[in-house]
C-alpha cells in the first residue's frame, strides 16, 4: 500500500486500538462497544484532524455499499482524508463484514491517491496488502477490541458537530477515546500520538467518494508512491 494510504489509516483509526480490560465499568463498557461496530448502509461521519505527522485536514468513515457473498453480507467501508495539503487526500476502501474485521480478512481494497486512477485489490492480493501493512493498519478493528479499553467514566463532550454524553475510554498506550452510542460508528473524539481528530457532522446518506470504475490491479503490482 501507498505511505500515504497507510498514514490515511494510521490516522483515522489508529488511536482507538485498546488493548487491556479494565475493572471498571464493564456494563457501561459492553453497552457502548455493542453498538459501535454495527454496519447501515449510507451512514457516515467526518472529524476535523489535527496533528500526527499530517498538516491536517478532514477525514469521513462511512459505509458505502453492500455485497452479498454466499450467507455473508458484507460491507464498503470508506476512509476519505482530504488535507490541506492536496498531495494527502486520498481513499482507502474495504470489503469486510464487518468494521470489526477490518483489515484482517479484507474481500477487496480500492486504493485512490491524489489524481492516481482508483486500482482494486481482490483476494489474495488484497490479504496481502493487509499482511503487508499489518502494523499501520491492526487499528482499523477497533471496534472488535473496544471491550478491552480502561474505562475514565461519563463525560459531557463537546465538539463541532454539538455535545454529546460520552464514555471516556483510554488505552495502555496512552491515547483518549471518547465514544457514543449516538453517533455513527461511535466515534466522537480522539486524542494520540496519531494525532487528534473531533466529530464535525454526521448522517445517513453516504455514497461512494470514487466516482470511476477502479483499475484491476495485476496480481505482481503494487501502487507506487504518488
Same mark, same amino acid.
Request: glycine letters at 12%; charged letters at 20%; hydrophobic letters at 40%.
Given at each position: ?48 484532524? %489535527?496533528?500526527? &505527522? ?47 474485521? &477490518?483489515?484482517?480478512?479484507?474481500? #477487496?481494497?480500492?486504493? /485512490? ?14 490479504? *496481502?496488502?493487509?499482511?503487508?501493512? /499489518? ?25 463541532? #458537530? ?25 466515534? %466522537? /473524539?480522539?486524542?494520540?500520538?496519531? &494525532? ?9 446518506? #453516504? ?12 496480481? *505482481? ?6
Amino acid at each position: 500500500m501507498l505511505r500515504s494510504s497507510r498514514l490515511l489509516v494510521v490516522l483515522v483509526l489508529g488511536a482507538v486500538a485498546p488493548l487491556s480490560l479494565s475493572a471498571q465499568g464493564p456494563a457501561d463498557l459492553r453497552e457502548v462497544c455493542k453498538s459501535l461496530g454495527d454496519a447501515k448502509v449510507g451512514q457516515w461521519a467526518s472529524f476535523d484532524v %489535527v496533528g500526527g &505527522g499530517s498538516s491536517g485536514g478532514k477525514m469521513r468513515l462511512a459505509v458505502v455499499g453492500s455485497e452479498r457473498s454466499s450467507d455473508t453480507t458484507l460491507y464498503w467501508f470508506e476512509v476519505s482524508f482530504e488535507g490541506k495539503d492536496p498531495s494527502h487526500s486520498g481513499v482507502v476502501q474495504i470489503l469486510t463484514s464487518s468494521l470489526a474485521s &477490518g483489515m484482517a480478512s479484507p474481500r #477487496a481494497v480500492v486504493v /485512490k491517491w491524489g489524481p492516481q486512477p482508483a486500482m482494486k485489490l481482490s483476494g489474495q492480493m488484497a490479504a *496481502m496488502m493487509s499482511q503487508t501493512g /499489518k502494523d499501520n493498519t491492526a487499528a482499523f478493528d477497533w471496534a472488535g477490541k473496544c471491550s478491552g479499553a480502561h474505562v475514565v467514566g461519563w463525560e459531557s463532550t463537546a465538539v463541532p #458537530a454539538g455535545s454529546f454524553r460520552t464514555l471516556h475510554l483510554t488505552t495502555d498506550a496512552g491515547d483518549d477515546l471518547w465514544t457514543s452510542r449516538d453517533v455513527p460508528f461511535g466515534l %466522537v /473524539k480522539t486524542h494520540g500520538k496519531q &494525532g487528534d481528530m473531533a466529530l464535525s457532522a454526521r448522517g445517513t446518506n #453516504a455514497t461512494s467518494s470514487i466516482s470511476e470504475k477502479p483499475i484491476d490491479m495485476p496480481n *505482481m503490482m503494487m501502487p507506487t508512491k504518488p
